[in-house]
């Protein structure tokens, strides 16, 4: 693993400090850099160019002549983008230059910039800046000191307003925040300098904190789960427990695992949810088939009562019985009677 001595603000020696390899030991990774700092130059860029095209240009209402006759080219416009004055064709217009860079490939071009400049030596670390008041005096000495050249990244903390107050001003210095770090800004700077504090390391102390709270909170439902045991099954408790059958239990003609077939169920003979509340499905189902009985029955009731179109069996006209005493048209002598007084 890599190690860099620590220096103070005289530029003595402090020790030494060993980098962390997932952050300044891996292999650069060039394509990945090109592609993010490319995105974020594109990023950077305002996209408020625009031009007017012929339909937004002003005036050019009417055709400038005639179609035919006059010798020169027809022209529907003064407009046209081949007039002065006209609309511009295929200008730009307000656009986000911005690409989407997946998150992966930041952190990996990251780590790729620090890894190449603490290969090349380019990587500082100060103990602490330990500056009493804003000072860019002491500022610029303690850069001197450490004998740094060029364009030179600083990492600050967020609350070392101190050294962040004696680092602006100098030209030559570009302040980040540790959160703030970006694979653009590492490698347009000749060295990068850190303090003990904004040292980028490997979270692996957070993911065993983690990692111990997760088995803190799933150990209480394990050792729950495994205290209940299963009861044995004995003759004894073979039979059907008192009170309520569970629902499961108690459908009618529920298939069993020997392959039988599903039964059709009546609405009446649902089991109904467990609780004081009513399923509006059961309810409705009851209600359709009470109501479709009741039109069943009515319907047969009405099959067996005579109708006016059915027919009726009249006596025949031989059988008639001529009342005692009475006018009848089927005695002989009636007729012959008749007959003789026409």
Known sequence: MPKVTVKDLSGADQGSVTLDEGFFGIEPNIPVMHQVVTAQLAARRAG?????TRAEVRGGGAKPWKQKGTGRARQGSIRSPQWKGGGVALGPKPRSYSQRTPKKMIRLALRSALSDRAADGKVVVVDEWGFGAPSTKQASAAIAALGLEGRIVVVVG???ATAVK???????????????????????SDYV????????????????????????KVAPAASATMSVTAPVRTAENTAEPEGEPDMASDLPNRPKNEGE?????????????????????????????????????????????????????????????????GFSFNRPDAADTDGADR
Do not use: M
Request: proline letters at 9%; a negative charge; hydrophobic letters at 35%.
């Open 48 to 52: 408020t160019q625009s031009t007017k």
């Open 193 to 216: 300098v850190f303090t003990k504090d904004t040292l980028p390391e490997t979270s692996e102390a957070p993911k065993a904190a983690t990692a111990a709270k997760s088995a803190k």
């Open 166 to 188: 004696s680092f602006r001003n100098l030209p030559a210095v570009h302040l980040l925040e540790p959160g703030e770090l970006n694979a653009y800004d590492i490698l347009c």
């Open 261 to 325: 077939t599903a039964k059709p169920v009546a609405a009446g003979d649902r089991v109904k949810p467990a609780g004081e509340k009513t399923d509006p499905r059961f309810e409705a189902a009851r209600l359709k088939s009470e109501k479709e009985a009741e039109v069943r029955a009515a319907k047969e009731q009405a099959a067996h009562e005579p109708t006016s179109t059915d027919p009726v069996d009249e006596p025949d006209a031989t059988d008639e019985v001529a009342p005692s005493g």
């Open 158 to 160: 967020a609350d070392d």
